[in-house]
């Protein structure tokens, strides 16, 4: 095997030492404040056990360990599936970025729009975004719709006299898929207690897959997003149409928003989309879902 020279030798080692320390480092980062950090912590004190063990020449425990070192990697890779899956899903992502079509002319300021609605009438609301990893399982779980994509669609389905306002909204590019669907909700431990089962069912489906989730609460109307098992609170509409423009990767141009006038009545002629109203009639939208819950 030829050697190779002294500064090259140099270089390959530092550069190896390099690749790792990043590598650990996105492994911290990943499971910081996650479900996934008490569990590695506790996989550390077997694995000094184990090391103990060896020192110590603890024949007895020694054999038990090299009997059960195999099936523990399996044991791992179980534990740490939805980790492992959202880590190359975002590697994915990555990769893709550089190809992304630049024609892609699918936008999301409906649900800006919506999410303002909601907010102003503290109405609750959970729309998920799929993006690369399909959501067809949690499709199948609500109520089928393959339908565009709308401001009106949105505000109907969540005026709390609906029979589908219960539940997520889940969005395939320009369509709403389905509505009234089940997600998984998150068991990280460290969520503040103040969040509700809407807030931890967005968190669960962006732990398990890279989808984005735009939450409405009920009790104060405060707009969220949780991308990646991390949730962002008390977002502005600006801040929402900022967040969602980034992480889709396109351009959203802004869209004027509607005035909050307190409501005179429950009509539905409050459906009328703030695009078709162009400002003249406001407090249409305004009374869309009467007084807030």
């Known amino acids: 095997m030829t050697q190779l020279p002294a500064p090259w030798t140099t270089i390959s080692v530092a550069l190896d030492i390099l690749l790792v320390a990043v590598v650990f480092y996105q492994v911290l980062v990943m499971i910081r404040g996650t479900r996934a950090a008490p569990m590695l912590a506790g996989v550390a004190v077997v694995a000094i056990i184990f090391y103990l063990a060896r020192v110590g020449e603890l024949t007895t425990l020694n ?3 090299s009997r059960l070192v195999p099936y523990v990697l399996f044991a791992l890779i179980v534990v740490f599936q939805s980790e492992i899956r959202h880590v190359l899903a975002d590697v994915g992502r990555r990769l893709r970025f550089g190809r992304a079509s630049a024609s892609e002319s699918d936008t999301y300021d409906d649900i800006v729009l919506a999410a303002n609605l909601f907010s102003q009438h503290q109405t609750g609301a ?7 990893i399909g959501l067809r399982t949690y499709i199948e779980s609500g109520v089928p719709l393959d339908a565009r994509l709308s401001y009106d669609l949105l505000a109907t389905i969540f005026r709390p006299s609906a029979p ?6 889940i969005v395939q ?20 207690t103040q969040l509700g089962t809407r807030h931890r069912a967005g968190m669960g489906i962006t732990e398990e897959t890279d989808a984005i989730a735009v939450i409405v609460s009920e009790e104060t109307g405060a707009i969220s997003v949780a991308v990646g098992g991390k ?24 869209v004027t928003l ?28 305004d009374s869309l879902l009467g007084p807030g819950r």
């Open 63 to 65: 054999w038990l360990i």
């Open 126 to 132: 959970l729309i998920v975004i799929e993006r690369e």
């Open 164 to 169: 589908l306002h219960d539940g997520a909204v």
């Open 173 to 192: 590019k320009e369509r709403v898929a389905a509505a009234a669907c089940f997600l998984p909700l998150s068991m990280n431990p460290v969520l503040s």
């Open 231 to 254: 949730i962002e609170r008390d977002l502005s509409v600006e801040q929402l149409r900022e967040r969602l423009s980034g992480e889709l990767r396109r351009y959203m141009s802004p």
């Open 258 to 285: 509607p005035t909050a006038i307190a409501p005179e009545d429950e009509s539905d002629a409050a459906l009328d989309s703030p695009r078709r109203a162009a400002g003249s009639r406001s407090d249409d939208t």
